[in-house]
């Protein structure tokens, strides 16, 4: 992944006009794709006068292994990129110093990774922050740029060696890129997949089928750019998981530690390429940084400098009583900008830069979520007791999948987000009628009428709901089903709500009858 793509600029004598002054001799030398400088036979010498020398510009990234990838998405690589890999690995020790490369500029700080100096060469360009990328180029290792014009950056250690790659080609990664070779999944396998993806996901929640939906639902979100509004994005709130424990050891990291939670962030990361979890402890809050820094002139990395299309779930079960101080205000703020708009916000030091992003979120909470999401679906009475006995420990986990339905599952998912999608313009004006219909009924009668968000999060469903069936179009059928799963999460969310109020109601009329007269 590209962390900073401004790293630094570079000219490379690429064509050395070459003379030997004892004999007057001229020939050339030719070099590229390294930053070796000539070396040069005895008796001569470059001709730095010449104008036939040519200067190639380089364009330096600073690259990172990609944040939260699943250790299965790692697998095929061969057994001499796993060595290159290893040169190239970071892991900070207890002052936080490295070999080489930079801990603030990966943002999963304390997480072992790979970094490696990438060099572009014109007419080829830097690829956009945070891109994820394949590259072919010459393997070499060399000194950092900044340090050579005494701007060390941070926390690297002066005259390391870098690992650098002189890049011959490049190309984004792509679904191709992440499962190479999948075939077209045919309409009919396609909804048996999905019925063994909802199965999965149904078991994971403790049978609960309308939780299990909307999960699948989430996971196919892929957010698009339609004439400057986001669409498609569905950030989902599951509540009713129990609290963590008190007593539970704070890992000050990003791995969830209430077990409940890390059944689902387990199940999550076996079936998409990138997930980084987040326990909402004060302690992480506090101290990390959400949105990535320039403000000192070296870009630091953030938490939610991500690449596209990463799975992020969020844990509010271990948020205890404390001080949440003034940066961990801004990191809540920073997540709710994502799940809103789609955008991280990156700090430099004239001028803010909102960057658009593709991340799906998923909350994990006690109650209705701290966050504004844009579906919040209160948990079955089962699946809750469920949880809790895995959070006890009384119940055990979920048995995983076998290996090949695993990978069945893998490839719907990535098949379904990617699928090319569009509503019919007799559906669109169908749809229309039918919300105008409601809302003279609603009028009519003095009801609460549809709101034009509920309307355009019905629209999100129905799309999500249909590509998951592998359909390209909004078909009538799939938009009744859509309105139907809608109706559904609404009456158990208010028959929920209701519930857990008239408890409450319960206990503090039984609190004042049990107190004593004054």
Request: hydrophobic residues 35%; proline residues 4%.
């Amino acid at each position: 992944m590209v962390q900073d793509p401004s790293y630094g600029e570079e000219l490379h004598l690429s064509v050395a006009q070459l003379i030997n002054p004892a004999t007057g001799e001229i020939k050339q030398k030719f070099s590229q794709y390294t930053d070796a400088g000539q070396m040069l036979d005895h008796d001569w010498e470059v001709d730095y006068t010449s104008p036939d020398n040519i200067f190639v510009e380089k364009e330096v990234a600073y690259c990172v292994s990609i944040p939260g990838e699943s250790e299965w998405a790692k697998i095929g690589r061969d057994s001499n990129l796993e060595y290159m890999l290893e040169t190239m690995s970071i892991s900070a020790d207890s002052s936080g110093k490295t070999g080489a490369g930079s801990t603030k500029k990966f943002p999963l700080y304390g997480q072992s990774h790979s970094a490696a100096l990438v060099k572009f060469y014109a007419p080829s360009s830097v690829p956009r922050v945070s891109s994820v990328i394949d590259v072919v180029g010459i393997y070499e290792l060399g000194y950092n740029p900044r340090e050579e014009h005494g701007e060390e950056a941070g926390d690297v250690s002066a005259g390391a060696e870098w690992p650098c790659l002189h890049t011959i080609f490049h190309d984004p990664v792509s679904l191709d890129s992440i499962a190479p070779g999948l075939p077209d999944i045919a309409v009919g396998e396609h909804l048996d997949r999905r019925s063994m993806c909802l199965s999965y996901l149904t078991t994971v929640l403790g049978g609960d089928d309308l939780a299990a939906h909307y999960l699948l639902l989430h996971l196919l979100s892929n957010t698009v750019d339609v004439q400057g509004v986001k669409v498609g994005k569905l950030s989902l709130n599951l509540i009713g998981f129990p609290a963590a424990k008190k007593d539970t050891e704070v890992s000050g990291g990003f791995v969830l530690t209430n077990l409940a939670s890390k059944m689902i962030g387990d199940a999550l990361a076996q079936l998409v390429s990138r997930c980084v979890e987040i326990p909402f402890e004060l302690k992480l809050l506090n101290k990390s940084s959400f949105l990535p820094n320039a403000e000192s002139g070296d870009l630091h990395s953030g938490v939610l400098q991500l690449a596209h299309g990463t799975q992020i779930v969020c844990d509010e079960t271990c948020l205890h009583e404390g001080t949440l101080n003034e940066r961990g205000v801004r990191n809540l703020q920073a997540l709710q900008t994502v799940i809103l708009d789609q955008s991280v916000t990156y700090l430099y030091p004239f001028q803010p830069i909102e960057m658009g992003t593709n991340l799906r979120i998923l909350v994990l909470s006690i109650g209705k979520s701290i966050l504004q999401n844009d579906c919040d679906l209160y948990l079955s009475e089962p699946a809750v007791q469920f949880l809790t006995g895995i959070s006890s420990e009384s119940v055990g986990g979920v048995k995983p999948l076998d290996p090949m339905h695993t990978e069945q599952i893998r490839q719907y998912i990535e098949k379904a987000r990617n699928l090319d999608f569009s509503v019919p313009k007799d559906m669109s004006d169908k749809i229309s009628e039918q919300y105008a219909d409601m809302r003279r009924t609603a009028h009519e009668s003095k009801e609460k009428m549809i709101s034009q968000t509920e309307l355009a999060q019905t629209v999100t469903v129905a799309r999500l709901l249909s590509v998951s069936k592998g359909e390209s179009e909004l078909s009538w059928e799939s938009w009744k089903e859509a309105c139907a799963l809608e109706t559904r999460r609404a009456e158990r969310n208010d028959r929920l709500v209701a519930k857990k109020a008239h408890g409450t109601l319960q206990v503090a009329a039984a609190s004042s009858t049990s107190s004593p007269t004054n």
